[in-house]
């Protein structure tokens, strides 16, 4: 049986935007493949999908950071397939995870934004593994239920929890997490002691020790909430770092005990006698933040939240053992790209599907040296909206006002030169391009790629879970938590005018 692990970071007027498109990297070494391991006869493989939360493109000991090791990523890295140039679904969480999920641009799917819902229209990734007889189980941070905050246990009255999306299991949260976290196991809230990302990983290790013998294949989501703020490590992770400000110091203490979890799962694999057969990816929902000491992104341009390299660019590691030999590329590729790469590999019918999809299936890569990618990758957050095509990206802040900016990713990967005037024609194409790419996420957003061609039930407007009705009954005693105090003593020092400006202004 093969595993895939894959770790891995507006306004509804016009579209309410924010598309996700992102880039997977270039030049792949050779590869040696058993070509027995990927026959039609072959047992299906489990696939399991791993993501960061706000983790940076520079924040790993092997692209040489200067105080915060990874020796567990360093080890995946050296094992596996490193990519230079992988790319978030968009610059922010949400919308990233609808990419992985989906396989389409983010805005397709209504997730314009952090906090925004994904669409119950939409197919999934986890339900089509189900209906193909995976168990499946989802494991960490969520936030595709339109509920904003720091991450509250996911009721099971939700309907767009976990489960309606094709997740047999789930132990989840509604956004980020820090240590001793609350958490819902499939409904029932239970409270846990120690890292975040530790727990994450020994539920997902619990579900793949409880299935692996049941001759069922395994689908499985473990999304990080580390090192998302508020930034809370525990003491032990947080020392090595006491030369830095205090965020720093617990930011980076996050993303240790992150990468000892990665270890902890990687020897899991080798345990239950399934890391041979495993596909182990890792990356980021989007790119690193600013504000932190040393810097997050390894000297790209841009942070969180931008459409620059430094919002876009993430992490990635790709671990086969039986399949791929270890190497680095620099081939584009981008969290779109996973749901189509699996549906080629299990040899699933395209119409698990909803269509257009924007990624493509990565699977010739396994098997041969691919120099370009054939189609572009289109991102759009808000008004900003970027394409990469191979080693060319056009970039706009504002897409309303027509002024573009176009940089040559090879030559400049730090986006400080504008060829828009030198490269002129290359410019246009790939302007009409984008232009053109916008038209149709226009088109799917407003439900005309759904059989009923609209949206039903309408989308939901994103608010803070404490101000629902679902959660009142719990505020009296999770109010003096530290993870919700300050959101809390908020929400009561506002009026209800306040409250809701608040809520508008935050969407």
């Known amino acids: 049986m093969r595993i895939f692990l894959i770790s891995f970071a507006s306004n509804r007027s016009c579209l ?45 000991g092997y692209r040489g ?37 989906t396989g389409r641009a983010n805005n397709r799917s209504g997730v314009l934004s952090h906090g925004y819902a994904l669409r119950l229209q939409e197919k999934t990734i986890a339900s089509a593994l189900q209906a193909a007889g995976y168990v499946t189980g989802h494991f960490g941070k969520w936030h595709l239920n339109g509920l904003k905050g720091p991450g509250a246990p996911i009721l099971a009255n939700d309907e767009r929890n976990p489960g309606r999306f094709g997740f047999d299991e789930w132990v989840s949260v509604s956004n980020f997490f820090d240590v001793n976290p609350l958490l819902s196991r499939e409904g029932k809230v239970e409270e ?3 890292d975040s990302s530790e727990i994450a990983v020994d539920e997902a290790v619990k579900f793949l020790e409880k299935h692996h013998n049941s001759g069922k294949p395994m689908f499985a989501v473990i999304w990080y909430g580390s090192p998302h703020s508020p930034f809370r490590a525990l003491p ?69 939240g931008s459409v620059y390299e430094g919002g876009l660019r993430v992490p990635a590691i790709l671990e086969w053992p039986a399949v791929v030999q270890p190497r680095v590329t620099r081939f584009p590729a981008c969290t779109m790209d996973l749901f189509p790469t699996v549906v ?18 990565l699977k010739p890569l396994f098997t041969n040296e691919v120099i370009e990618r054939h189609q572009p990758i289109p991102f759009r957050f808000g008004n900003q909206a970027a394409m990469v095509d191979n080693r060319y990206k056009l970039v706009t802040i504002n897409l309303h006002k027509d002024r573009f900016q176009l940089y040559d ?43 009923e061609g609209r949206v039903t039930p309408p989308d939901p407007e994103p608010e803070f879970w404490y101000d629902t009705p679902a959660y009142q009954s719990y505020l009296p005693k999770w109010k ?6 300050s959101y809390m003593e908020n929400r009561n020092r506002a009026t209800p005018g306040q409250r809701k400006k608040v809520n508008i202004e935050r969407r």
């Open 409 to 451: 990713l090879e030559t400049d990967p730090n986006e400080t030169s504008d060829l828009s005037t030198i490269e002129s024609e290359r410019f246009e194409r790939m302007k009409k391009q984008l232009l053109a790419w916008n038209e149709t996420v226009e088109a799917s957003f407003a439900g005309r790629d759904y059989p």
């Open 236 to 304: 032990e992770d947080k020392a090595p770092f006491g030369q830095l400000d205090e965020k720093s110091a617990n930011h980076y203490g996050e993303l240790t005990a992150m990468d000892r979890s990665i270890g902890r799962l990687r020897q899991a694999l080798r345990r239950l006698e399934i890391a041979d057969n495993t596909l182990l990816v890792f990356c980021s929902d989007n790119g690193g933040l600013p504000g932190i000491t040393p810097e997050t992104v390894g000297g790209l341009r841009g942070n969180k």
């Open 192 to 194: 846990f002691t120690g």
């Open 65 to 101: 950071h200067p105080v915060f090791k990874t020796p567990q990523l360093d080890l995946m890295a050296a094992n596996g397939l490193r990519f230079e140039r992988f790319y978030a679904g968009a610059p922010v969480c949400s919308p990233t995870r609808a990419s992985v999920l």
């Open 16 to 60: 309410r935007s924010s598309c996700c498109f992102p880039f997977l990297a270039v030049w792949f070494s050779s590869i040696v493949i058993d070509h027995s391991t990927i026959t039609a006869e072959s047992p299906r493989p489990h696939i399991l999908f791993v993501m960061a939360d706000d983790m940076g493109w520079g924040q790993t």
């Open 480 to 485: 003096d938590r530290w993870e919700f105090r």
């Open 344 to 361: 080629d590999i299990i040899g699933l019918p395209n119409s698990v599907m909803l269509r257009p999809v924007d990624g493509t299936s």
